[in-house]
């Protein structure tokens, strides 16, 4: 086989087989195919586009680039979920002992955040002593006994979309849904879940900037895991405005444990209860997703969900006493100050981005990946969309252990847009199964 004809095939746009992707990613992770030749592989594609066949060979060439993680010594039907990342998604936090307490085994491999959005792991280790360094086989032991455990990303997952999506970066070709389909679902086969939940975001804070992109992703990354054997389900959520009130590694740490005692905020306890039922139903505790919900809403406000937390906490040698204390236990910030409006109105937008930044610039998050980050920096919003304030309310408070300077407050200020109606948020787009 020669690349130049299969680059020629796609320009033409005439399929490609299976064989023949199989072929390129093999080529291309071993560098026998140069990385101009796939750039020019990943445009045509751009412009063209691939059929299902030809994104589940992409998407299972890539799986098999690397090591494929083996989660057979855990019991019963593993499932994951996948954001395609926001701001203040404190999700996973609520989602893993809560989906736990209801019985299915929740084996989740998370990362760290960069630039304006956080990761899972970040917002962990802002529990004392909490780590995510575990073995394979410990890792397995402890998601038998306490039905979760969450580690870092570890071996050689997936080489082959590290080289591509480094490629696509710099070539034009993020932006192309059977490329973003086949990156992100060859990282959830290749780490062994039986059952995938994937949250599509849309709006400001998201890769999807419309609603019409994400279900068009959504349906595809779907058709990807079910062609390929694992169940998929997806929803798409708003990403206009950050998740919840909180932002930042330890204040998110709080908002996840008030959530789990059934006191979280409105958006993302719905959330959590809506990909919990997915996560709830395929993993079998459920004869529907209405039965789901309800067996979760339950053990949001039995106990039993918070008591999972502490288990969980404990297992992996953080201190379980954060959920009943988590301002005497999470890290304080030597500085905070309050964001004043000055005017009255109804808020119609807080801009996604922009307020994931200013989180970053106080600490929050890394400008790039050696940077150290501050687990108690963030802010808090006491106003979402929707909300009334009146001149000299107090609409959100900055956390920081520098000096909070005046750029960080007109930031968060400008992107804090009040009008006299305001607007009613919307928070699930839809579910695609
Ligand atoms: N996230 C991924 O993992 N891959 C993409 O291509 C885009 C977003
Ligand atoms: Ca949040």
């Given at each position: 086989m020669r690349m130049i004809d299969l680059i020629e095939k796609k320009q033409h746009d005439e399929a490609l087989t299976t064989d023949e992707i199989k072929w390129m990613i093999d080529q291309y992770t071993k560098e026998v195919i140069p990385d101009y030749q796939m750039s020019a592989m990943a445009m045509a594609i751009y412009f063209k586009g691939m059929t299902e066949e030809e994104r589940s060979a992409l998407t299972m060439a890539m799986?098999?680039?690397?090591?494929?993680?083996?989660?057979?010594?855990?019991?019963?039907?593993?499932?994951?979920?996948?954001?395609?990342?926001?701001?203040?998604?404190?999700?996973?936090?609520?989602?893993?002992?809560?989906?736990?307490?209801?019985?299915?085994?929740?084996?989740?491999?998370?990362?760290?955040?960069?630039?304006?959005?956080?990761?899972t792991i970040d917002k962990l280790e802002a529990i004392p002593g909490f780590h995510v360094e575990l073995s394979q086989n410990d890792f397995a032991e402890l998601v038998n006994k306490n039905k979760v455990a969450v580690v870092g990303q570890s071996g050689n997952l997936t080489p082959a979309d590290k080289k591509l999506y480094a490629l696509r970066d710099v070539t034009g070709t993020v932006e192309s849904i059977p490329l973003i389909a086949s990156s992100i679902m060859s990282k959830k086969i290749a780490s062994?879940?039986?059952?995938?939940?994937?949250?599509?975001?849309?709006?400001?804070?998201?890769?999807?900037?419309?609603?019409?992109?994400?279900?068009?992703?959504?349906?595809?990354?779907?058709?990807?895991?079910?062609?390929?054997?694992?169940?998929?389900?997806?929803?798409?959520?708003?990403?206009s405005q950050p998740l919840g009130n909180a932002i930042g590694n330890g204040l998110e740490v709080k908002e996840a444990i008030d959530t789990l005692k059934g006191e979280g905020p409105e958006d993302l306890t719905e959330l959590c209860l809506v990909l919990g039922s997915q996560m709830a139903y395929l993993g079998?505790?459920?004869?529907?997703?209405?039965?789901?919900?309800?067996?979760l809403e339950a053990n949001l406000h039995n106990g039993k969900a918070l008591a999972a937390f502490k288990v969980f906490v404990e297992a992996q040698g953080g201190d379980a006493t954060v959920a009943d204390d988590p301002d005497g236990v999470l890290p304080a910030a030597a500085f905070t100050k309050d964001i004043i409006s000055k005017e009255n109105g109804v808020v119609s937008e807080i801009v996604a981005d922009q307020v994931g930044i200013a989180a970053m610039m106080l600490g929050a998050g890394r400008e790039t990946k050696e940077s150290e980050i501050d687990l108690s920096a963030g802010l808090y919003l006491h106003k979402k969309v929707g909300d009334k304030v009146s001149e000299g309310d107090s609409i959100a408070t900055l956390y920081s252990n520098k000096e909070i300077k005046e750029e960080v407050v007109s930031k968060v200020l400008s992107n804090i847009r009040l009008s006299e109606t305001g607007t009613e948020p919307t928070l699930i787009y839809d579910i695609i199964q």
């Open positions: 799986v098999e680039s690397g090591d494929q993680i083996d989660l057979s010594a855990i019991e019963g039907v593993k499932v994951d979920k996948h954001s395609t990342g926001g701001v203040g998604d404190t999700t996973t936090l609520v989602l893993a002992p809560l989906v736990a307490s209801v019985g299915v085994p929740v084996a989740k491999m998370s990362g760290r955040g960069l630039g304006h959005t956080g990761g062994g879940a039986d059952a995938i939940v994937l949250d599509v975001k849309t709006g400001a804070g998201a890769f999807m900037k419309n609603v019409e992109q994400a279900r068009e992703l959504a349906e595809t990354m779907v058709k990807i895991g079910k062609s390929v054997g694992r169940d998929t389900m997806a929803v798409i959520s708003d990403m079998g505790a459920a004869s529907s997703l209405e039965d789901a919900r309800e067996k």
